[in-house]
């Protein structure tokens, strides 16, 4: 079925499927932000769901488990009460669940034990979805094609299908750093099952996949219940192209029309900011033929809109602090990182609302 799928899939763009009954839009389209993008600050749930209080937020994905104090009922059920007490919707979250990934941990028990705990927890607390991922880009090798990592995915979602549906909880698959391009991701869910298995959307990692995030918009919206949403400074580099995340809005993606797609094709997703600030920018070698490889089945349609999108761009140029990498560093480095994650936040929240016209709550 898979085979013959991707055969399918790269036989032409895909249509822009109509929006479901099911994906109908409430007022506006809710926003919040991933807990990863104040990770330096180490809160856990119920501090999270206090600052988006502040802040009037509609909605907060709680990106793992492990941000949760506990996992006992009680305190799940003091999280899903204060968020219900804020008017604040959650989006549950945990990591990698393909056993044949490099990004996957043995210590988190079999694949489904993990995918099935945080269902759960997610149930506990009133989420409505669960975002998890597949791998990385590590997992692109010759050695080892794709498709061998979707296949076991997909068998780990189908062995949680009665779990999820009697939770009434969907699986939201991630576009994960590099492992998948949109089409790919799509592959994979209606491979599982779209009745159980939807799309987080992240519009930060299609860079490393060379896709333009509205190309992923365009693909994954009719699939997407909740959002990951940076900016990236994409731009033209000797050896092909650079890309950089940045807070929103001090990059060059087309915003106005990814937002317009989001509206049209997902309207009751979640826009959930994960800015991810503090790393160097990164060189995409697509001019050099070892960089394709791993790509034996891109589409040179959906290639040529990212060549536009790095044409256009140029470096992020302004403040940044660079310290979001491995090695030692000076404390004071780690203090104005820690800073910088809740000031490009904070800004990234202002863009949405009053730039891109997302938020529900700021507005009574």
């Given amino acids: 079925m898979l085979r013959r799928t991707f055969l399918q899939t790269a036989a032409g763009a895909p249509a822009l499927a109509s929006v479901s009954a099911a994906n109908a839009a409430p007022t506006g389209i809710r926003l919040g932000y991933d807990t990863y993008s104040l990770r330096a600050w180490r809160w856990k749930a119920m501090q999270h769901l206090e600052y988006s209080g502040k802040l009037k937020l509609d909605t907060i994905q709680i990106s793992s488990i492990g941000d949760f104090e506990s996992l006992e009922p009680a305190h799940l059920a003091k999280v899903r009460d204060k968020a219900r007490e804020l008017n604040i919707t959650i989006d549950a979250g945990t990591g990698c669940v393909c056993p044949t990934s490099k990004a996957w941990s043995p210590k988190n028990g079999t694949p489904l034990e993990y995918l099935t705990q945080g269902l759960q927890a997610a149930h506990a607390v009133g989420a409505k979805s669960l975002r998890c991922f597949m791998g990385s880009g590590a997992d692109r090798t010759v050695d080892t094609p794709i498709e061998k990592h979707m296949e076991a995915t997909i068998q780990v ?102 937002v317009e797609l989001h509206r049209k094709l997902c309207p009751s997703a979640s826009m959930q900011l994960e800015i991810i600030t503090g790393r160097p920018p990164q060189v995409l070698p697509y001019l050099e033929a070892d960089f394709w490889q791993p790509f034996p089945k891109a589409k040179a349609s959906e290639f040529a809109r990212f060549v536009d999108l790095a044409k256009h761009g140029r470096p992020f140029s302004g403040a940044m602090v660079i310290a979001d990498v491995p090695g030692n560093k000076p404390p004071e480095y780690l203090a104005a990182l820690k800073e910088q994650q809740k000031i490009d936040l904070e800004r990234s929240l202002d863009y949405a609302k009053k730039t891109l016209g997302a938020g529900i709550n700021w507005r009574a």
């Fill in 157 to 258: 979602f189908k062995s949680a299908r009665s779990r999820a549906l009697d939770l009434g909880v969907k699986i939201a698959l991630e576009n994960h750093a590099g492992d998948m391009q949109a089409w790919e991701v799509k592959t994979l869910i209606e491979e599982a099952g779209k009745d159980y298995v939807a799309a987080c959307l992240d519009a930060g990692n299609p860079i490393w996949v060379l896709e333009d995030p509205v190309v992923t918009m365009e693909v994954l919206g009719p699939l997407t219940v909740t959002t990951h949403l940076r900016d990236t400074a994409v731009y033209e580099h000797p050896r092909g192209a650079v890309g950089q995340w940045t807070a929103l809005g001090d990059g060059n993606i087309d915003w106005k029309r990814f």
